[in-house]
């Protein structure tokens, strides 16, 4: 065996070890602390970072085993009885909480590392991360650590923070779990409609956190997406959870993700949707949009993500008809209604010119003064280019002005050097 | 911010029946388009309430009919809540309303809470 050999199966390891990681680490984590309780969670996380500390230096001696994810559980349940047995403080604290469980086992503690019991655990989990009595950049922060398996510089990265900031903002959430004494259960059928609303909501921000992100990694920018994804999907395997809602949140995130390769170059507007080349559009993430939208259709409920789904399958539709742009609008029209925000109403008068074409939806907006928003100068700019360049211009300019990124900046000069 | 009640009036609303289905959804579109223009300010406040087309008078002398729209010349359409800082604003949001398109008038009331 040459050095060359060894130091491909050490890289390959090293892949193979990261990736169990990002796979792994949240089942563990979920399993143990349903063991433990979510007051001990650093606990959970500890073990399964030792566990995984233990794999990186057996598998780089040693080679990987046969089938890692049985080995990694078997050393976790193996590092989880040793600290039960250890520390004192399991005796007198959790021994007599969990104690239901030990009689169940027999007097042995085991834990469950089945399919069933990792898909449970982590449900339980994400209800239990997803709570309003955290403040939601925290339940972002905390769901990217214990649902995502994401390391703290990464989440760092992706809040364009500093690890101590983040590492703050983690304890402090996980102070709240202890004092809030929040649960690993699924809500009762009461609260359900209510919490559901507010886990679907963390999952669009972590998804939003992804694509419109501060962070230019792009591959981070893709994994936040993809993770919220993932965190949607698992809610559409449970009956509880499996809502139109849940469904609509389902369309809209694969549609906008769909775009992800296309818009990779520089998104630096609202409406730079135009300049994007299709043929990099993901067929088979619109398919699995349009299967979720068509799910979302069942019932009459419609939420916010209903509209948003619809407007982001019309979206997918490149050609430009009248009738593409109509819909596009009435549904921001619809949207608007239930869910204001200064976005949606800057793409609604997008949407506006399209459809109605450009002497109305100039006059509305000018109405939305919405001066502190460079989005709303770049849109202005854009309607005036072809009829006034001067106030072309002077828009562009104060959106420039505005602009908090160099490749926003970029992006807005481009447009100030096409004007005559 | 204020809230205030735009009350939409208009002629020959019985007359609904009539139109094609394309007309409909024109007028349709014309009255989600300005709703929108309202909401993209910002400005609409209540969204869910809307008065239906059926209806019940009831009369003195204990006399129900089936509309209010036989006799009533303009009759009340429907309404929507928008906030404003003062009377002049929510007029001002009330123009372009398509009840105006056909004759109709748009009754601007600010609402009083107790």
Redesign the interface.
């Known amino acids: 065996m040459n050095a060359g050999f060894i130091f491909v199966t050490m890289t390959d390891d090293h892949n193979l070890i990261s990736d169990l990681f990002r796979a792994e680490f949240s089942k563990m984590v979920a399993v143990i602390s349903r063991l433990f309780g979510l007051q001990h969670i650093e606990i959970a996380e500890d073990i399964v970072s030792e566990t995984f500390l233990i794999a990186s230096q057996n598998w780089s001696e040693k080679g990987a085993p046969e089938n890692p994810t049985a080995w990694l559980y078997k050393v976790a349940k193996q590092k989880t009885l040793y600290h039960f047995k250890r520390k004192g403080i399991f005796d007198k604290k959790v021994i007599p909480a969990i104690s239901s469980f030990v009689n169940e086992t027999q007097q042995e503690l085991d834990l469950d590392f089945s399919m069933k019991n990792i898909k449970d655990s982590q449900l339980q989990m994400l209800f239990a991360v997803c709570n309003p009595g955290i403040a939601s950049e925290a339940q972002i922060g905390l769901a990217l650590r214990i649902l995502c398996g994401f390391g703290i510089d990464e989440i760092a990265e992706a809040f364009l923070s500093n690890k101590e900031t983040i590492n703050k903002r983690l304890f402090r959430a996980k102070e709240k779990l202890r004092t809030e004494k929040i649960k690993m259960e699924l809500p009762s059928e009461n609260e359900m409609a209510h919490r559901l609303d507010n886990v679907l909501h963390i999952i669009y921000l972590l998804f939003n956190e992804g694509y419109y992100s501060k962070t230019s990694n792009q591959t981070l920018q893709k994994d936040l997406c993809l993770e919220a994804m993932r965190l949607a999907l698992m809610l559409t395997e449970f009956e509880e959870t499996n809502l139109p809602k849940t469904n609509a949140l389902m369309a809209l995130m694969c549609f906008h993700a769909s775009r992800f390769n296309a818009r990779q170059s520089n998104e630096d507007s609202a409406v730079l949707y135009e300049q994007q080349n299709e043929e990099l559009w993901d067929a088979e993430l619109i398919e699995k949009g349009l299967y979720f939208l068509n799910l979302s259709e069942i019932g009459s409920e419609i939420s916010s993500y209903h509209f948003e789904a619809r407007i982001a399958y019309w979206h997918c539709n490149k050609k430009d008809s009248h009738e593409k742009w109509d819909n596009i609008l009435q549904l921001y029209n619809q949207l608007l209604l239930v869910n204001y925000s200064p976005i949606v109403a800057l793409n609604r008068t997008y949407a506006l010119y399209k459809a109605n074409g450009i002497e109305e939806a100039l006059i509305e907006a000018e109405k939305l003064k919405l001066e502190n928003n460079h989005f709303y100068f770049i849109l202005l700019g854009e309607l005036y280019k072809d009829i006034d360049s001067e106030k072309a211009r002077s828009n562009f300019e104060k959106a420039y002005y505005l602009a908090k990124t160099d490749s926003e900046k970029q992006g807005i000069q481009k447009k100030i050097d096409t004007l005559l | 911010m204020k809230e205030f009640a735009l009350l939409f009036r208009q002629p020959n609303f019985a007359d609904v029946d009539k139109l094609s289905a394309e007309e409909f959804k024109a007028i349709g ?1 014309k009255w ?2 300005w ?3 309202i ?4 400005k ?1 406040a209540g ?1 869910g309430l809307r008065l239906s087309l059926n209806g019940k008078v009831l009369k003195a002398g204990g006399v129900v009919t089936d509309g209010p729209f036989v006799e009533i010349k303009e009759m009340l359409g429907s309404f929507v809540v928008v906030k404003a800082d003062n009377l002049d604003e929510a007029t001002t949001l009330a123009h372009g309303c398509p009840a105006l398109d056909s004759n109709g008038s748009v009754e601007i009331r600010e609402i009083v809470r107790p």
């Open positions: 579109k989600q388009d709703a929108g223009n909401a993209a300010q910002g609409m969204s």
